[in-house]
């Protein structure tokens, strides 16, 4: 069975808006005025699946997910 | 000879109110006019009933109660169920009235729901805490061998969000009543990880009447969509409040003041929706229509904003209090709803900076940067309440904007409460 594709999600509560998701991955996420991260809703497209460990690896507050549906 | 055949269910089924007796009931009435609970003797039993009747949460969200029922009696394990009456919308009065009056009925419905979900632990969760009335409840029921779950009682911290569901489960744990970021949900894993089913006492009272008459009777008021009634807390002009049992699809001016002394609607409390009277004045209380204006019934508190008054220094004021409750855990509700507030009591003020539209805008518009980015709806159901407030007070704003207002009495209108807590301590 294949596996449904994954998308970015932001833990509101953990996210302290450092920014580092917006910084490397400013295809998939942006920052609203405050700093806080908004995330592109749609799947993760496979060729920036590494980006998109990268940055949540690099989230300071572990607030930034890749989750299946 | 004749012979009576017994048809409780039939006979009543349109008859309204059903939940809330002429004066309080103790057990020894509660009993004489109900009988005893029907427990079905095995877990789960109760659902098809539940699922077949069409009930939804009573709390605000209107979630099918089957749903949550099932997910829990179908959990492995230690099970708990929650009677939540902390009814923190501050102009509802549903709740704290439905326990005062008919305790035995929500007590009913929570020791059914423990049984239908298989739950050994039931608790009590409200404003007030242990109520003379509950405690004699309780007493009474005790000494009659009622409950095969004991109950505990909770009193809830006095804030906006402390009925939440997943705040509850927090401050039951003894934590701060605040909210998490599931999933899990809570009837997954909720009190000290166990699933946990959290109803509101009205939802739970009317399981306990489901359980007797059975879904048709349930049915036979109500639309069939949503069927069934709905207790609500209806303002009119006067100031004066009481507490309905309304049919769901009532048509709303059947509740509420049209006529040139109203203003405008609030329909769905403060997370609810302004509407313009009389354009709204053949709507019904029902979700389905509401959707369409982007209203919703919430934990149906009406009120109809009397003429006198100013609609956006009322909203104001309440946008203000729902700020300072946030539980400002999400950036977006933390850094948004103080300047929504500030910057909607700069439109009720004597004139405004052209760049204060611009920035409701973006922070309560369409389009907006607070809606759907915290944990729970406080920042989706404070927007919401924003933007008709925009929509409906628009000709107030260009009033304001040349320095002047209509309003002709100056007295605050929706109730808020009295000193808003601010420090950490106010949520445990």
Known sequence: ?69 | MTTTVKEPATRQAAALPRLLPAAPEDLRHHLARYGPAPYRGQAGLLIGDIETSGLTGRGGAAFPVYRKLAIVAQARGRKVVVANGAESEPASRKDELLLRAAPNLVLDGLQLAAEATGATEAHLYTHHGATPEILRALAERAAAGLDPVSVTITQAPPRFLAGQESALVNHLGGGPARPTFGPPRVTERGLHGAPTLVQNVETLAHIALIARYGPRWFRAVGTTAEPGSMLATVYSPDGKCRVVEAEIGAPLNTLLSSGPDTRAWLVGGYHGTWLPVPQAAALTLENATLKKYGAAAGAGVLAALPSDRCGLTEAARVVGYLAAESAGQCGPCLNGLPRIAAGLAELAGPGHRRQVRADLERWSGPQNLVEGRGACNHPDGTVRFVRSALLVFAPEISLHARGQCSATNRRPFLPLPDGIPTSEEDWT
């Open chain 1, 1 to 69: 069975m294949p596996l449904t594709p994954e998308t970015l999600k932001v833990n509101p509560i953990d996210c302290t808006g450092h920014g580092v998701c917006a910084e490397l991955l400013p295809e998939l996420v942006s920052l609203d005025e405050w700093g806080y991260p908004i995330v592109d809703p749609r799947p993760v497209p496979p060729q920036l699946d590494r980006e998109a460990r990268r940055a949540v690896a690099a989230c300071p507050a572990l607030a930034l997910k890749l989750m299946r549906k």
